[in-house]
């Protein structure tokens, strides 16, 4: 037997390589399907199931394109409808992978199809169990993704509950956790920052593990939850419904623009997509550029920020291209008219105009500090509740578009985050939307609190 955890950190995202006897299986692959066929390759092995643990909503899974080059079977849990081949497994359905089993077990309430897969190995014991998004390390899976007219966040929760303590719970302790998700995941509220656990550590230290009433779990796993990534259901939608080739999709959107087209692009009504860093973006940059860098959750950034209607034309590091699209196509962006050509050194080399923002250090940030400082403090709830600073703005990043109507245009605001690249997204949405007074605050939180500064504790509203 063996298995292979493939994590890709910038979507807090694992997937699983199953195998035994020359077959198998694969857990919730990415929507690029050269990792595992590869792997199945170097392995002299075939795949012969890709088991959905449930309808991904922060991802397009690679389901349908790696079971149709490799002529393998999907397998969903119970209730699962899809737009296209499947196996609707029963609960406790035993699925054979060479000398292995892999049964299903059904677990609603982060979605209704929710599954839990678990590993019977060789000699007949429960090894593992693949929990997809109902049991992370030291979390589980958000109940409101699945709401319906008739089905409410608190029904969701309750299922979640009975699928706890009927499925998961009643597993030996030496069973192996492996979740679909770590930490940084919109999954979950605060997701553990180890991939992998066991069943009796998160009896141990997972709060939604503990002895508690229904009514007490309901309250614990809905409390405090922000609200989804606008693209959730986007990606959900086109999971269940199916979705365009990756390699024809690659190809379409890879494709190279000159300047010129690059402006009749932006004429037409393309947003300009700036992937570099963010201490690049801000000495030049197309003017209504927004900037979202590929060095860190790229993705699920533009997912938060950016509907995926919208069509977008990159500007991109050299050797940058192939990389950035493949990341949108991983969520379900696949609406990208192409890349310009050389960069932005293309786009000034031909005298077209730039925008700026100005930067400033920490330490100059806070020598500066006053009553008149208009301080706009971007980051999660959960991390402002460390400090911030005396009479600062709090708008979450993901909230700010939607809010912008509270703020003044005409204001002068210095924008931190955490460590500099979620301020930078900040500004150059404020820039697009006509904010021409903001400054960036270099390394974020992390430099300000090395100052030394006094933090205030946020109110509680």
Not at 419 to 437: D, T
Request: proline share 3%; aromatic share 8%; hydrophobic share 40%.
């Amino acid at each position: 037997m063996y298995i292979e955890q493939l994590y890709t950190g910038c979507l807090a995202e694992a997937a699983y390589y199953i195998e035994s006897d020359g077959e198998v299986a694969i857990i919730d692959p990415l929507r690029e399907t050269e990792p595992y066929i590869e792997l199945a390759k170097k392995r002299n092995a075939k795949i012969k199931y890709v088991f959905e643990t449930h309808f991904h909503a922060d991802f397009v899974s690679g389901h349908v394109d790696l079971a149709r080059k490799t002529n393998s079977s999907i397998v969903f849990g119970p209730t699962a409808k899809t737009g296209y081949d499947t196996i609707v497994a029963k609960d406790e359905e035993v699925f054979t992978i060479g000398k292995i089993k892999l049964k299903v077990l059904h677990t609603p309430g982060h979605t209704l199809e929710s599954s839990c897969f678990l590993l019977i190995d060789e000699n007949g014991k429960n090894h593992a169990v693949f929990t997809g998004d109902t049991l992370f390390v030291g979390d589980v899976g958000r109940p409101d993704l699945a709401i319906k007219s008739d089905l409410t966040i608190d029904d969701l929760a309750g299922m979640m509950y009975d699928s706890l303590n009927s499925k998961i719970k009643p597993l030996a302790d030496d069973v192996i956790v492996y979740p679909a998700h770590g930490a940084g995941s919109s999954c979950g509220k605060n997701i553990g920052k180890e991939t992998f656990s066991t069943i009796g550590t998160q009896k141990q230290m997972n709060y939604a593990m503990q002895t508690m009433s229904k009514a007490e779990f309901v309250k614990a796993v809905t409390e405090g939850l922000s609200a989804a990534p606008n693209y959730f259901a986007w990606d959900a939608k086109l999971n269940k419904e199916g979705y365009a080739n990756i390699d024809e999709v690659l190809k379409k959107n890879t494709k190279a623009l000159s300047v010129e087209e690059m402006e009749t692009e932006i004429s037409k009504g393309a947003l300009v997509l700036d992937v570099r860093s963010p201490d690049d973006f801000e000495k030049g940059f197309i003017p209504n550029a927004i900037n979202i860098g590929l060095n860190g959750q790229y993705a699920p950034w533009v997912g938060a920020l950016i509907d995926p209607k919208v069509s977008l034309v990159l500007v991109t590091d050299e050797g940058k291209e192939t990389e950035a699209v493949l990341r949108l196509a991983r969520v379900g962006y696949e609406n990208v008219n192409g890349y310009l050509n050389g960069g932005i050194t293309s786009w000034k080399n031909a005298g077209k105009k730039t925008d700026t923002i100005e930067s400033i250090s920490a330490e100059k940030f806070v020598a500066e500090l006053n009553s008149d400082t208009n301080v706009l403090d971007v980051r999660k709830p959960g991390e402002v509740e460390g400090g911030m600073i005396e009479n600062a703005n709090h708008i979450c990043l993901s909230q700010l578009q939607s809010k912008l109507d509270t703020l003044d245009k005409n204001t002068h605001y210095t924008i931190h985050c955490a460590g500099g690249y979620r301020s930078m997204m900040a500004a150059s949405i404020m820039k697009q939307k006509g904010f021409n007074k903001v400054t960036n605050v270099l390394g974020g939180m992390g430099k300000i609190k090395a100052t030394g500064i006094k933090l205030v504790l946020p109110e509680v509203v």
